[in-house]
Each structure stands twice: as structure tokens, then as C-alpha cells.
């Protein structure tokens, strides 16, 4: 972060040193002053150029910026549409340039005054403060990009080779007995009650505290769990959270697991990634990740749930009786 800090702040006083002299204008419109003039090619259309820049008022209110954000633009240069849209500049500029662009914002909002924000007044410019880093080919971009997506299924092929392997290892080195659903999911009650049993569609309030399978708490309703875990959530209110459980408003290990309990009930869930973030993972739970909850089934809130009719019992069928009675014959062996 300091390094982008700095960077941003080298590149401002560039700009504000220089920001009266040398202003050219563009076909479309817009303002453009470049700073430096390296040597090497110019950017030509076709190629995929990343970058860094500062979007700004002309009162120096940034609007966004790749150095806050701590993440390069990238885009592929195609011929100039309008004005604002920078493909016009591009072409003015080799790897490791900086350039200023004004864009009027006359231009932006002509027919459409109504969208136009208090903070660009008529006359007004938007003013992009811009630093090439990296200019590759087409050809060249689109291999690295395919190299990069290989390399990335290599990992989660790697990653989900090993899960079932992890989580057997986790269970043995902590002694579970556990029993496991039809879907994978594997659990155990830890305390158990006689409470009330929830059904789709009920409120639960339930108390949890989240682990990887190293250890690591990642998310817990309970403030001494997550202050003994390390776990930093500023602002965060402790209490039991709110589920309305069986209805996809929750990862569908929990829905089943919960559906598993009785109101005051304990237990351990050890949830496979199937049944919880797969292949694309979430914060510190990386793709293909088993993951480990101790809840607490705090309250039940039923709702009316529709009683469902009993199949009446049917009843017997009454043969109809023959108009008239068959008498049985029988055949006599004859003497010999």
C-alpha cells in the first residue's frame, strides 16, 4: 500500500508542476498533455495495455484510482468512439509514459443534462492523470491470459484431489465420530435436546464459531470464540444470527445440519466444500476448502406450517356373488 502511496504522490506533483503548458487538443476534444516521452513504440490498436490512473475533479476530489484500489487497469486498445473513452490518447503514449487528459464534460452530458452530478458543472472537465506500466500484442496477451487460466485449473485440480484427503486427516487427528449424510455432510450432536425440531421455512437464532481445517477461525457470533480465536469483525454486535433454515439463504451444509437439531441442541459440522463455497472459495476459505462449524441451536420460531391431509383408508372391495352356484365335480378313479 505505501508503494502505491507514493507512487500516486510522485505522479501529482508531475502534474501539478506541469499542468499550465504544453495542453494539446485532440480530434474528439479532449485535453492532452504528456509528461514524459519514452523511447520504444507507440501503443497501437489491438494491443492489451495495463495501467495506472487517477480519475479526478477539477477541484482535485478524486473520483477513483488504481492506486487506492491497489489494482492495474487492463484494457485492449480498439479505435476511438467518443470523447471520454481514452482510445484516442493511447496512441500518443509508449510503455512508461504519463500523460494528463482533460475531457470536457460538455461533451459527456450533451443531451442529457439531467444526469449530469453538482460536482461537474458546464465548463467543467474531468481530468485523468495516466502512467503506462506494461504494453503487450494481442497475440502476446491472449497467451499469457490462457497460460495464467491453465495454470490457475492445475491448482484447483490439486486442491480438489486433496480435500477428501485433508478432511479424513482432520477427523482422525481429532478423534471424531461422526456420521454422514446421503449428501457428504458429516456431523455430530455434541449436546442433545429434546426441544423443539425445526422445519423449512422456521427462524432459527443460532450461535457458531467457523474453522478451516488448520485451525484458523474465520467467523464466529460469539465475542470470547473470536477473541480467542484472533478474529478482528469491528462493529460487529455478538449475538445469535437469524436463519430462516431449508430455504437457500444460507450454504446448504447448514441448511441441512440445522435441520439436524432441536432447539438447544449442540453439534459439530464438518461441511465438504460441495455443500459449501466450491471451487471459488470465499475470504479465508480458499477453493475446494472443508470447512468445521460448532453451533448452537439457540431458538426455534415456527411458522404455520400447512398440515398436510391424511389419505383416507380405503375401503374393502366386496366380490359380487355368482347368480349361480357352481357345484364341484369330481371324476372317481375307476376299479381296476
Same mark, same amino acid.
Given at each position: 500500500?505505501?508503494?502505491?502511496?507514493?507512487?500516486?504522490l510522485?505522479?501529482?506533483i508531475?502534474?501539478? =508542476?506541469?499542468?499550465?503548458?504544453?495542453?494539446q487538443? *485532440?480530434?474528439?476534444?479532449?485535453?492532452?498533455?504528456v509528461? *514524459?516521452?519514452?523511447?520504444g513504440?507507440?501503443?497501437?490498436?489491438?494491443?492489451?495495455?495495463?495501467?495506472?490512473?487517477?480519475e479526478?475533479?477539477d477541484?482535485?476530489?478524486?473520483l477513483?484510482?488504481?492506486?487506492?484500489?491497489?489494482?492495474?487497469?487492463?484494457?485492449q486498445v480498439?479505435?476511438?468512439?467518443?470523447?471520454?473513452?481514452?482510445?484516442?490518447?493511447?496512441?500518443?503514449?509508449t510503455?512508461?509514459?504519463? =500523460?494528463?487528459v482533460k475531457?470536457?464534460t460538455?461533451?459527456?452530458f450533451?443531451?442529457?443534462?439531467?444526469?449530469?452530478p453538482?460536482?461537474?458543472?458546464?465548463?467543467?472537465?474531468?481530468?485523468?492523470?495516466?502512467k503506462?506500466?506494461?504494453?503487450?500484442?494481442?497475440?502476446?496477451?491472449?497467451?499469457e491470459?490462457?497460460?495464467?487460466?491453465?495454470?490457475?485449473?492445475a491448482?484447483?485440480?490439486?486442491?480438489? =484431489?486433496?480435500?477428501?484427503?485433508?478432511a479424513?486427516?482432520?477427523?482422525?487427528?481429532?478423534?471424531?465420530?461422526?456420521?454422514t449424510?446421503t449428501?457428504?455432510?458429516?456431523?455430530? &450432536? *455434541?449436546?442433545?435436546?429434546?426441544?423443539?425440531?425445526?422445519l423449512?421455512?422456521d427462524t432459527?437464532?443460532?450461535n457458531?464459531?467457523?474453522r478451516t481445517?488448520?485451525?484458523?477461525?474465520?467467523?464466529?457470533s &460469539?465475542?470470547?470464540? =473470536?477473541?480467542?480465536?484472533?478474529?478482528?469483525?469491528?462493529?460487529?454486535?455478538?449475538?445469535?444470527?437469524?436463519?430462516?433454515?431449508?430455504?437457500?439463504?444460507?450454504?446448504?451444509?447448514?441448511?441441512?445440519?440445522?435441520?439436524l437439531?432441536n432447539e438447544?441442541?449442540?453439534?459439530?459440522?464438518?461441511?465438504p466444500?460441495?455443500?459449501?463455497?466450491?471451487e471459488?472459495?470465499?475470504?479465508? &476459505?480458499?477453493p475446494?476448502s472443508?470447512?468445521?462449524f460448532?453451533?448452537?441451536?439457540?431458538?426455534?420460531?415456527?411458522?404455520k406450517?400447512?398440515v398436510?391431509?391424511?389419505?383416507?383408508?380405503?375401503?374393502?372391495?366386496?366380490?359380487?356373488?355368482?347368480?349361480?352356484?357352481?357345484?364341484?365335480?369330481?371324476?372317481?378313479?375307476?376299479?381296476?
Amino acid at each position: 500500500m505505501m508503494k502505491y502511496m507514493l507512487s500516486l504522490l510522485v505522479l501529482t506533483i508531475v502534474v501539478k =508542476a506541469n499542468a499550465q503548458t504544453e495542453m494539446q487538443r *485532440t480530434p474528439k476534444g479532449a485535453l492532452c498533455q504528456v509528461f *514524459t516521452h519514452n523511447t520504444g513504440d507507440k501503443i497501437k490498436v489491438n494491443d492489451v495495455i495495463t495501467f495506472q490512473f487517477i480519475e479526478k475533479t477539477d477541484k482535485d476530489s478524486v473520483l477513483r484510482s488504481t492506486y487506492e484500489a491497489g489494482q492495474l487497469a487492463q484494457v485492449q486498445v480498439v479505435a476511438p468512439q467518443s470523447v471520454g473513452d481514452m482510445m484516442e490518447i493511447f496512441p500518443l503514449l509508449t510503455v512508461k509514459d504519463s =500523460a494528463l487528459v482533460k475531457v470536457p464534460t460538455d461533451s459527456i452530458f450533451a443531451g442529457h443534462e439531467d444526469k449530469r452530478p453538482a460536482f461537474f458543472p458546464k465548463g467543467s472537465y474531468i481530468n485523468f492523470i495516466l502512467k503506462i506500466e506494461r504494453v503487450q500484442s494481442l497475440n502476446d496477451a491472449i497467451a499469457e491470459r490462457n497460460a495464467a487460466q491453465a495454470e490457475q485449473k492445475a491448482l484447483l485440480e490439486k486442491m480438489k =484431489a486433496s480435500e477428501k484427503l485433508d478432511a479424513d486427516k482432520y477427523i482422525a487427528d481429532h478423534k471424531l465420530i461422526l456420521k454422514t449424510t446421503t449428501t457428504g455432510l458429516k456431523y455430530i &450432536i *455434541t449436546k442433545p435436546s429434546t426441544g423443539l425440531k425445526p422445519l423449512a421455512g422456521d427462524t432459527l437464532l443460532v450461535n457458531y464459531a467457523g474453522r478451516t481445517l488448520d485451525g484458523k477461525l474465520f467467523d464466529s457470533s &460469539i465475542e470470547d470464540v =473470536a477473541k480467542s480465536g484472533g478474529l478482528q469483525q469491528p462493529g460487529r454486535t455478538y449475538e445469535p444470527i437469524q436463519v430462516i433454515v431449508g430455504t437457500g439463504g444460507v450454504i446448504s451444509g447448514w441448511d441441512e445440519g440445522l435441520l439436524l437439531l432441536n432447539e438447544g441442541s449442540k453439534a459439530t459440522l464438518v461441511i465438504p466444500s460441495s455443500l459449501g463455497y466450491g471451487e471459488q472459495g470465499s475470504g479465508d &476459505i480458499k477453493p475446494y476448502s472443508t470447512m468445521v462449524f460448532d453451533i448452537e441451536l439457540v431458538k426455534v420460531k415456527p411458522i404455520k406450517h400447512p398440515v398436510t391431509p391424511r389419505p383416507l383408508a380405503k375401503k374393502p372391495l366386496h366380490k359380487k356373488k355368482p347368480l349361480h352356484k357352481k357345484t364341484a365335480t369330481t371324476t372317481a378313479p375307476k376299479a381296476s
